[in-house]
């Protein structure tokens, strides 16, 4: 008896085909009837008699997608690369890449994820083709094109997201396991569209695609905080983002000039960078400065933020304004291309380290931000896609919180949509099933009007949204947003698909939850500590103001603004003409703009947070260290009083007034313990110390520069004095009467001791 011919290709959860062997045993004639169970994979066939190596062997070869036709046309037909890896310590002899997929298309998000994750098994009849694979050794690679013509898909009569298999299957070339079979399978997705089909066309879904251009690289510019505190004419700016950072922003703008339905929300921060570059099209919002997290803002009160020296006025929406009008306005001054207007364009807030929460989000509408951007919004996985906006009432009023939606959000920012969906690894894997996932969402509710968000995140790979984007600009069910689409009703919209549209689903039946990723209890701690850091800077510009710098350096005229506000100060960064000098108070005023833009920062995107608190904690240092005292090496005295000079040193570029304390560690030798200086900006003078000496010794002398509130500013360097008296000191006189007491006992006890006879 034969073994019945293969059956065509079934899902793997088909039941496996059970065929009986009879076989004639040489001498004995004996007749066995063996029963083979051979699992069925998505469209492998059960084969009769074949031994199946170890499974080890199997988990060790990989099929990976390199690039894949995103979306099939009537006459595009499909051409995939795949790269077979065999990571085994086995040989492979020959094998076979075949592509199989189905004319059914998917019908839930569930069960498209269940497919990526292998534990759905969907029955891909539709053999789309196969090549053949010489052999592979343990260890090699190898890359395979298969193409697929028109004619063989046009079986496949639906539009839709469909299932694709890639299995690749080979036997051991060697050792005790040869012949054995080996396979591997990717589970990726085939998107038809509607071109060449007589279905109906339903009402496109609408996708807005928004990408927030802002650096999470940034880093202290080259000796900017150093000429900051040395010259008063010197930029407030002291941090700017990297080299890559700013050669990835530029490639974000470039991506943006490519394609037109890219909406872009800019840190005012970063603005300036692509001002020349940036299509003012593409530019739908600023974003609050730096990418600020107001959720971890929100977790402390205005008090302790005000001591900290950051204000609400720094980033809120007029502040986000302000301060991208002046970074174009700059970049324009060295760029005449750089025509870019900010002013018109809406202040968005873009959700940071932390998710919303009630208290970040009336903290946003009082800052003016009446519309914030949620990239933590989740979704049950059997839901049909609704909506991408809720509208939340809060203590400060209504704030519209638009949700990139989460699975076409994770996979255009370079994530598998889970740990198990292998396929999506790569790009091309990434991007297959974010066309067909955008396919299926039409699909689910094609009469409803509906407008997605899909965010790129604040690092994003721009070949990867490339080829997003151009798949979206090719998919005929999809319409390129903006981002009033998420907003408006279908009463407002003109769109010639809006006749076959139900009404709106309302916000309040979003099928979406924001999600609670607030701080921790130690991630507040850690939050407070920075807090702590940024209040010590503004702690030492205080006192540079109060009780270091000359009280006549700063006895001006305090009505004008510009002389105290930090934000006037940021945006006219002072004076530089030398008919118009700048003035203490200014210059006070331009260190409190540093400091809080790298207090903002510090609080912006966790990238860079250490960074910027790093930056401002040497801000803080490099001011205290300006005013310091340099004793001499080293003091030898010679006498029981003696002078020595300390040099007083001012880095800063305005007088100061302080006062020099001088201390020791023994009582054997003492010093004069203050003395008050003035020292001119940018200068040094000396301080003259009396040093009074009762014996030969050492001690170590310490000099503490004091502000005039007592307190010690700066460090306090020390050094040695040794004393060396000679015998007309006091200490000599007192050695040479001991010496004459002594001789003089010494003779009386000799004159009167009793002598011996023959003495």
């Known amino acids: 008896?034969?073994?019945?011919?293969?059956?065509?290709?079934?899902?793997?959860?088909?039941?496996?085909?059970l065929t009986t062997g009879l076989a004639l045993l040489a001498s004995t004639a004996i007749l066995a009837v063996a029963t083979l169970c051979a699992p069925v994979g998505d469209g492998g066939i059960a084969t009769v008699g074949e031994a199946h190596a170890d499974e080890s062997i199997s988990s060790e070869l990989t099929v990976t997608l390199i690039s894949a036709t995103p979306i099939v046309s009537a006459t595009s037909g499909f051409t995939a690369t795949v790269n077979v890896t065999n990571a085994s310590d086995t040989n492979l002899a020959a094998g076979r890449l075949s592509l199989f997929s189905s004319t059914r298309s998917f019908s839930s998000s569930q069960s498209m994820q269940n497919w990526a994750d292998g534990t759905m098994h969907t029955p891909t009849p539709l053999q789309m083709g196969s090549l053949d694979v010489a052999a592979l050794a343990h260890g090699a690679s190898r890359k395979l094109t298969l193409?697929?013509?028109?004619?063989?898909?046009?079986?496949i009569r639906s539009w839709g997201a469909k299932p694709l298999l890639a299995e690749y299957?080979?036997?051991?070339a060697s050792g005790s396991q040869q012949g054995s079979a080996v396979s591997s399978q990717l589970h990726s997705y085939l998107t038809r569209s509607h071109d060449g089909l007589s279905e109906k066309t339903t009402p496109k879904i609408t996708i807005t695609t928004a990408l927030p251009l802002t650096s999470p690289q940034r880093g202290e510019s080259k000796n900017a905080i150093k000429n900051l505190v040395s010259d008063p004419a010197a930029s407030t700016e002291v941090s700017a983002p990297s080299v890559a950072a700013t050669k990835e922003l530029n490639a974000e703008a470039e991506l943006a000039q490519q394609h037109s339905s890219l909406r872009v929300i800019a840190d005012p921060g970063s603005v300036g960078t692509v001002a020349s570059a940036l299509p003012q099209s593409s530019l739908s919002g600023i974003m609050q400065p730096y990418a600020l997290d107001v959720t971890a803002r929100a977790q402390f009160s205005d008090a302790l933020?005000?001591?900290?020296?950051?204000?609400?006025?720094?980033?809120?929406?007029?502040?986000?304004?302000?301060?991208?009008?002046?970074?174009?306005?700059?970049?324009?001054?060295?760029?005449?291309?750089?025509?870019?207007?900010?002013?018109?364009?809406?202040?968005?807030?873009?959700?940071?380290?932390?998710?919303?929460?009630?208290?970040?989000?009336?903290l946003a509408a009082k800052q003016g931000y009446s519309t914030v951007i949620a990239e933590s919004g989740t979704r049950e996985a059997q839901s049909n896609v609704i909506s991408g906006r809720q509208k939340v009432t809060t203590s400060e009023g209504d704030v519209t919180v638009l949700v990139a939606e989460q699975t076409l959000s994770q996979l255009a920012q370079g994530e598998e949509t889970s740990d198990a969906a292998s396929a999506e690894t790569t790009q091309a894997g990434r991007l297959a099933r974010f066309v067909a996932q955008s396919a299926l969402f039409q699909m689910q509710r094609p009469y409803v009007s509906r407008a997605l968000l899909v965010s790129f995140g604040d690092d994003p790979s721009v070949s990867e949204g490339d080829g997003i984007l151009t798949a979206l600009e090719d998919a005929d069910w999809v319409k390129q947003g903006k981002l009033t689409d998420l907003t408006a009703t279908t009463s407002d919209k003109s769109d010639k698909d809006s006749s076959d549209l139900s009404p709106d689903v309302a916000p309040e039946q979003a099928d979406f939850t924001l999600t609670t990723l607030t701080p921790t209890q130690t991630q507040i701690d850690d939050l407070q500590s920075s807090l702590a850091a940024l209040t010590e800077t503004t702690t030492t510009i205080n006192r540079l103001m109060n009780a270091v710098l000359k009280k006549s350096a700063i006895q001006e005229d305090t009505s004008s603004d510009e002389n105290t506000d930090p934000q006037a100060l940021s945006r006219q960064d002072a004076k530089k003409d030398e008919s118009d000098q700048v003035t203490a108070l200014q210059w006070l005023a331009k260190l409190r703009s540093a400091h809080q833009s790298l207090g903002l920062m510090s609080f912006g995107p966790t990238s860079v947070r250490a960074t910027m608190l790093k930056a401002d904690e040497r801000l803080s240092s490099t001011l205290v260290n300006s005013v310091s005292v340099i004793p001499p090496s080293q003091i030898n005295v010679f006498s029981a009083s003696a002078q020595t000079p300390a040099t007083v040193k001012n880095a800063l570029p305005f007088p100061v007034s302080i006062e020099v304390d001088a201390r020791t560690d023994s009582n054997a030798i003492s010093i004069t313990k203050s003395k008050s200086v003035d020292v001119n900006a940018g200068s040094e003078t000396q301080a003259t110390f009396t040093i009074h000496v009762v014996g030969t010794g050492s001690a170590t002398a310490t000099f503490s520069p004091i502000d005039r509130s007592g307190k010690t500013f700066g460090t306090s360097p020390s050094t040695v004095i040794y004393s060396q008296l000679t015998l007309n000191d006091m200490s000599g006189n007192v050695l040479i009467i001991l010496a004459l007491l002594l001789g003089a006992i010494g003779i009386y006890r000799q004159a009167t001791r009793r002598k011996d006879p023959d003495q």
């Open 169 to 172: 299957d080979a036997t051991v």
């Open 1 to 17: 008896m034969t073994a019945p011919a293969p059956t065509p290709r079934h899902g793997r959860g088909l039941l496996s085909a």
């Open 305 to 362: 933020w005000q001591k900290a020296g950051i204000t609400d006025s720094a980033w809120n929406a007029s502040a986000a304004h302000s301060l991208a009008g002046s970074e174009v306005a700059q970049s324009a001054s060295t760029d005449s291309t750089a025509t870019l207007k900010t002013s018109k364009v809406p202040a968005i807030a873009w959700e940071s380290g932390f998710s919303w929460d009630s208290d970040s989000l009336a």
């Open 147 to 155: 193409h697929v013509t028109a004619d063989t898909l046009k079986s």
